[in-house]
């Protein structure tokens, strides 16, 4: 079964709305995630890392004020994305590392479709 | 910059037909994971290469790994249509618990 756990699976919303998605670590604790952005037909982009109690770390071009992470707890980071605009509608993902398999292997939640209407 | 190539970007591939897909990368790590996207879905794991040589076998695929050359293939054997997905490899972008950074992806079509 899944070990990462992404809500929603798929959300449309207005523009000016904020739209809040939650991915947690269903069996292990996750000190930090990875939340990554998908467009059509293109790669995996690395939005930023989620750390566990301190702030999170942003890719460059990526804007800390539109993508707002909170890593409350060791199992769950939430990515706000606020002030939707379309061109924000895309495919987000998150990930975690399993520390008691050695970092070795990377889950991913079921992805969250956003369509910014 | 860590780098992560894959060729070809699409490949349409008879059903029945052996095709090997190519993965190079930049950096000296000794992990590299392959994985599969359907369309509107997530990633899926096929494969986790943690040692120069490491070979895995599942199904009608195979992947290699080749850490000296930084060079993986995930070759396909007897192709069928089941397989028409998106292939991503990935590699880490440093040490311990660190993001993945993937390639552009293998957009593969088995036609009959």
């Known amino acids: 079964g899944a070990v990462v756990s992404q809500h929603p699976s798929w959300v449309i919303c207005k523009s000016g709305t904020s739209v809040k998605i939650e991915c947690r670590s269903l069996d292990f604790q996750a000190t930090t995630m990875f939340w990554y952005r998908q467009f059509p037909k293109q790669s995996l982009m690395l939005m930023a890392t989620?750390?566990?109690?301190?702030?999170?770390?942003?890719e460059q071009g990526v804007e800390k004020d539109k993508f707002l992470i909170n890593h409350a707890s060791l199992t769950l980071s939430t990515l706000t994305v606020t002030s939707a605009h379309p061109e924000d509608s895309s495919f987000y993902i998150c990930?975690?590392?399993?520390?008691?398999?050695?970092?070795?292997?990377?889950?991913f939640g079921q992805g969250t479709r956003l369509t910014v209407v | 910059e860590l780098k992560v190539e894959q060729n070809p970007l699409f490949l349409s591939m008879q059903e029945g037909k052996n095709y090997t897909i190519y993965c190079n990368y930049s950096t000296t790590s000794d992990r590299l994971y392959w994985y599969r996207q359907d369309p509107g879905k997530s990633l899926e794991s096929l494969f986790v290469l943690l040692s120069n040589g490491a070979v895995k076998q599942e199904g009608r695929l195979m992947a290699s790994l080749d850490t000296k050359a930084r060079l993986s293939t995930l070759h396909i054997t007897a192709a069928v249509h089941d397989l028409s997905a998106t292939y991503f490899c990935a590699v880490d972008r440093n040490s311990g618990n660190t993001p993945l950074v993937f390639g552009k992806g293998t957009r593969l079509s088995v036609i009959a």
């Open positions: 990930s975690a590392r399993d520390p008691r398999g050695m970092n070795t292997e990377a889950f």
């Open positions: 989620s750390n566990e109690g301190s702030k999170a770390t942003y």
